[in-house]
């Protein structure tokens, strides 16, 4: 933050800010923060992890959220969505999938960390803010009730929550389930990736007449090859979803769902 700018532009900065970070560290446990004092809690991360973040801004492709190198005019698709559209309308990603916000993903994930999750939320919300007003309810990639009950929560439910309370949008988190538990698809090629997805997801009988028609915000964390999130807009699609767009708080550069 340049402090010489006037004090309106500060405040007008500070704003913009506050609305991506909350008010204390959240990339150090709790106790450690509190520690630290004031000097450090101004904008949620501590700088330095603040200034790791590869936030995502235009120009990207319309479709699955790539970045691009320069602006290529509005609506534009990367060469791998000009070939074969995907199954979702359109993705958008907070930032880049890279080590810094990987760190900061898997406390969520796998350290209870779920007050990290209002943080994640209000990013997507900016990511996703050209699609948020076109959209009925938000639905997160549901987990197998397996893993639910080893790992207590549902990471994207953590996110998808607080982001429609945000965007005062309907939260439809019974509407996807997965009944077939897809192995981890961590090391996995994009090929192999899909195919473990394929009838991994499907919406409830009871969700089918709530769904059709519907305008669809899937909710994850992050999106690598993009297999889990065309699973779960297939089987929308199939319960006559009229779109599907798909929200996460960071994907990889390039999706591989498509050899290149
Ligand atoms: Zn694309």
Partial sequence: ??????????????????????????????DAAASRGAGVQ??????????????IEAPFCDACGAPFDYDQGPGSRCAACCREAPAFDHARAACVYDEPVSDLILKLKHADRTDLSGLFARWIARAAADLLPRIDGVVPVP????????????????????????????????????????RTQGGKSGDARRTNVVGAFAVPLAWRGRVDGRRILLVDDVLTTGATAEGCAVALKAAGAACVDVAVIARVGQLTRRPE
């Fill in 1 to 30: 933050m340049d402090l010489r700018l006037p004090a309106s532009m500060r405040r007008a900065a500070h704003g913009a800010l506050d609305l991506l970070l909350p008010p204390q560290p959240l990339d150090q446990p709790p």
């Fill in 42 to 55: 101004w904008r949620g991360l501590t700088p330095p992890a603040w200034s790791r973040i590869a936030f």
């Fill in 143 to 182: 987990l197998h009730r397996w893993r639910l009950l080893r790992r207590r929560y549902n990471q994207a439910a953590e996110i998808a929550r607080p982001l429609a309370r945000q965007a005062r949008l309907a939260y439809w988190p019974e509407a996807l389930v997965r009944h077939r538990a897809t």
